[in-house]
């Protein structure tokens, strides 16, 4: 049987973890970045990240310090497999304003890499030296039917014990929510 | 256990599976340099399809009222025709439809089209247009893991049906070719000016290509013939968003999670790399190759005949190697001249015979993810 062990949901207002609310007092995506400086403050490669990779570094962050464990060991049996909606459409449009005139035409590597949804899922791997298994999933909307069916699938890999997992939307940056958990075996 | 029932591959080379094989076994590709297009201001070399050819083919072959974009005709036309060679009822509860694709319908950002409303662009509306094309109520499941997706979709196919939820997946994996993937590529300095040379020495780069190809599991107890999925793994290097891991991390025990007891080194007949041609992609693989005890085991890849076709590759390449396979095939690495990876590999530059039934399927993609799966056949 798996359970979830720990859970938080960042909304543009409000977060709440393990079912109690965090003090916040910044709203929209300065509430990523209040976040960051308040309870992680060592990792500058956040402000590269978009808004996406924001929003599920900072919820994955949140959810390992509440579980307490050693951190930073290199281990391959904990999962991290997202879902979402609008995949990574808001990257996509930054991207598409940067080529759409040719006649000033600068496509930035930086913004392109964002335009795949699964690279949060990369950033939280390198920053916690995950090897294990790592995926996105695209619906068209939230249905927990779908999710327990994958994640019951994620764990038939013999070497997963654990997985970060859940919905993780981010429609732009005034309109995200995440809703993630751990989830062990 | 899953057993592939059918299949296709919809490509520059063919519109069925018999045709793209037929063609890359006579070493023909349709990778060529285009000046322009787009308006573009590089050159660049791709494998697409002749202008006007998916619309020619759709309306010959699929009768229907509906607007459909030209991305989403690329995934019926194959679709439809590993559905009719199977016989199953597509439109079965017990069936689920999985997509694999990077970008889908991202060109309609670009330029919208009239009576394909705007939020087609996002990748689960769009997989609802296709599971209700053939009147599947099922919520459709997009994986969008990078370059990797095509091998992701499956194992979540083969989860799915071992779960015993569902009889049947359909895996169907498509990406079309635009100014947005192409400038992507190019602004990531990745993209070749010439034909594609994987793993050899003067590679400098990548091809990108356009293709869908679709394959057919079902839940079995016992396979009696065929082919089966054994076994799939997704791994991550834990090391760069957008370049492998130097000691090949992810990839390398993505292949070791695969290679199971039942099945040794010297069963595997090749290993289908992914051999992008760009220079970190194929020494990382070389790396992950030789780590995993496989540097005598035959490797090929298909990029010099298809280009990088993304969220197609996994499914695509892995239905080439069966068919190759099925005539005791391995099939020629194309653009390959003069081995340029650290690690020895013994690369297939020609067709070469074998009676082995077994091979592994590799890829790798940006946000450091690899995957491997074991096919076999009986």
Same mark, same amino acid.
Request: hydrophobic residues 40%; negative net charge.
């Given at each position: 049987?798996?359970?979830?062990?720990?859970?938080?949901?960042?909304?543009?207002?409000?977060?709440?973890?393990?079912?109690?609310?965090?003090?916040?007092?910044c709203?929209?995506?300065?509430?990523?970045?209040?976040?960051?400086?308040?309870?992680?403050?060592?990792?500058?490669?956040?402000f590269?990240?978009?808004?996406?990779?924001?929003?599920?570094?900072?919820?994955?962050?949140?959810?390992?310090?509440?579980?307490?464990?050693?951190?930073?060991?290199?281990?391959?049996?904990?999962?991290?497999?997202?879902?979402?909606?609008?995949?990574?459409?808001?990257a996509?449009?930054?991207?598409?304003?940067n080529?759409?005139?040719?006649?000033?035409?600068?496509?930035?590597?930086?913004?392109?890499?964002?335009?795949?949804?699964?690279?949060?899922?990369?950033?939280?791997?390198?920053?916690?030296?995950?090897?294990?298994?790592?995926?996105?999933?695209?619906?068209?909307?939230r249905?927990?039917?779908?999710?327990?069916?994958?994640?019951?699938?994620?764990?038939?890999?013999?070497?997963?014990?654990?997985?970060?997992?859940?919905?993780?939307e981010?429609?732009?940056?005034?309109?995200?929510?995440?809703?993630?958990?751990?989830?062990?075996? | 256990?899953?057993?592939?029932?059918?299949? @296709? #591959?919809?490509?520059?080379?063919?519109?069925?599976?018999?045709?793209?094989?037929k =063609?890359?076994?006579?070493? +023909?590709? %349709? $990778?060529?340099?285009?000046?322009?297009?787009?308006?573009?201001?590089?050159?660049?070399?791709?494998?697409?399809?002749?202008?006007?050819?998916?619309?020619?083919?759709?309306?010959?072959?699929?009768?229907?009222?509906?607007?459909?974009?030209?991305?989403?005709k690329?995934v019926?036309?194959?679709?439809?025709?590993?559905i009719?060679?199977?016989?199953?009822?597509?439109?079965?509860?017990?069936?689920?439809?999985?997509?694999?694709?990077?970008?889908?319908?991202v060109?309609?950002?670009?330029?919208?089209?009239?009576?394909?409303?705007?939020?087609?662009?996002?990748?689960?509306?769009?997989?609802?247009?296709?599971?209700?094309?053939?009147?599947?109520? @099922? #919520?459709?499941?997009?994986?969008?893991?990078?370059c990797?997706?095509?091998?992701? =979709?499956?194992?979540?196919? +083969?989860? %799915? $049906?071992?779960?015993?939820?569902?009889?049947?997946?359909?895996?169907?994996?498509?990406?079309?070719?635009?100014?947005?993937?192409?400038?992507?590529?190019?602004?990531?300095?990745?993209?070749?000016?010439?034909?594609?040379?994987?793993?050899?020495?003067?590679?400098?780069?990548?091809?990108?290509?356009?293709?869908?190809?679709?394959?057919?599991?079902?839940?079995?107890?016992?396979?009696?013939?065929?082919?089966?999925?054994?076994?799939?793994?997704?791994?991550?290097?834990?090391?760069?968003?957008?370049?492998?891991?130097?000691?090949?991390?992810?990839?390398?025990?993505?292949?070791?999670?695969?290679?199971?007891?039942?099945?040794?080194?010297?069963d595997?007949?090749?290993?289908?790399?992914?051999?992008?041609?760009?220079?970190?992609?194929?020494?990382?693989e070389?790396?992950?190759?030789?780590?995993?005890?496989?540097?005598?085991?035959?490797?090929?890849?298909?990029?010099?005949?298809?280009?990088h076709?993304?969220?197609?590759?996994?499914?695509?390449?892995?239905?080439?190697?069966?068919?190759?396979?099925?005539?005791?095939?391995?099939?020629?690495?194309?653009?390959?001249?003069?081995?340029?990876?650290?690690?020895?590999?013994?690369?297939?530059?020609?067709?070469?015979?074998?009676?082995?039934?077994?091979?592994?399927?590799?890829?790798?993609?940006?946000?450091?993810?690899?995957?491997?799966?074991?096919?076999?056949?009986?």
């Open positions: 049987m798996k359970k979830a062990v720990h859970k938080i949901t960042i909304t543009t207002t409000d977060v709440v973890l393990d079912g109690k609310p965090l003090d916040v007092t709203s929209g995506s300065s509430i990523l970045t209040e976040l960051y400086r308040k309870y992680v403050n060592d990792y500058p490669k956040y590269k990240m978009d808004i996406l990779c924001k929003l599920g570094f900072i919820a994955t962050e949140l959810l390992l310090q509440t579980e307490g464990k050693v951190r930073f060991e290199p281990c391959e049996n904990r999962a991290v497999v997202f879902f979402n909606r609008s995949s990574s459409l808001h996509d449009k930054s991207f598409e304003s080529i759409s005139n040719r006649g000033n035409f600068y496509p930035s590597p930086a913004v392109f890499v964002y335009t795949l949804p699964n690279i949060v899922t990369g950033e939280i791997a390198i920053r916690n030296k995950y090897y294990g298994e790592t995926n996105f999933i695209v619906i068209e909307k249905d927990e039917d779908v999710f327990e069916n994958i994640i019951d699938g994620v764990f038939t890999d013999n070497m997963t014990t654990s997985v970060v997992t859940g919905w993780l981010a429609e732009s940056e005034a309109e995200f929510n995440a809703e993630i958990y751990i989830i062990e075996k | 256990m899953i057993k592939k029932i059918a299949d @296709n #591959i919809t490509s520059p080379l063919g519109f069925t599976t018999a045709d793209n094989y =063609a890359v076994c006579e070493g +023909k590709s %349709c $990778l060529k340099r285009y000046e322009g297009k787009w308006k573009l201001p590089e050159p660049f070399v791709a494998s697409l399809f002749q202008e006007g050819l998916i619309e020619d083919w759709f309306s010959s072959k699929i009768h229907t009222d509906k607007i459909y974009t030209r991305f989403e690329m019926l036309l194959s679709a439809t025709k590993a009719e060679e199977s016989g199953i009822d597509a439109s079965s509860e017990r069936t689920i439809f999985i997509l694999s694709t990077t970008k889908g319908n060109s309609l950002l670009e330029r919208n089209l009239c009576g394909v409303d705007d939020d087609r662009v996002l990748l689960g509306v769009m997989a609802n247009v296709i599971s209700h094309h053939f009147g599947n109520t @099922n #919520i459709p499941v997009v994986v969008s893991n990078a990797i997706s095509g091998l992701c =979709a499956q194992i979540v196919a +083969k989860r %799915c $049906l071992e779960s015993g939820k569902y009889d049947n997946a359909i895996v169907i994996g498509a990406d079309e070719q635009s100014p947005f993937i192409v400038s992507g590529f190019l602004s990531f300095r990745a993209l070749s000016s010439e034909l594609c040379r994987p793993f050899s020495k003067n590679r400098n780069g990548l091809n990108l290509g356009e293709a869908a190809a679709t394959i057919i599991y079902q839940h079995c107890d016992n396979l009696i013939d065929g082919w089966q999925a054994v076994k799939g793994a997704i791994r991550n290097d834990a090391n760069h968003i957008s370049g492998p891991s130097r000691t090949g991390e992810g990839c390398f025990r993505a292949l070791k999670y695969v290679m199971t007891d039942e099945v040794v080194s010297n595997i007949a090749v290993v289908n790399v992914h051999g992008t041609a760009t220079v970190y992609n194929d020494e990382m070389s790396i992950a190759i030789s780590r995993a005890g496989l540097s005598d085991t035959p490797i090929n890849g298909y990029k010099g005949y298809y280009g076709t993304m969220g197609a590759a996994g499914v695509l390449e892995s239905i080439l190697s069966m068919k190759a396979l099925d005539d005791g095939l391995i099939l020629a690495t194309r653009g390959f001249d003069e081995i340029g990876v650290t690690h020895p590999v013994n690369i297939s530059n020609k067709i070469r015979h074998t009676n082995k039934k077994t091979f592994i399927k590799l890829l790798s993609g940006f946000g450091g993810c690899n995957a491997a799966m074991l096919f076999n056949r009986r």
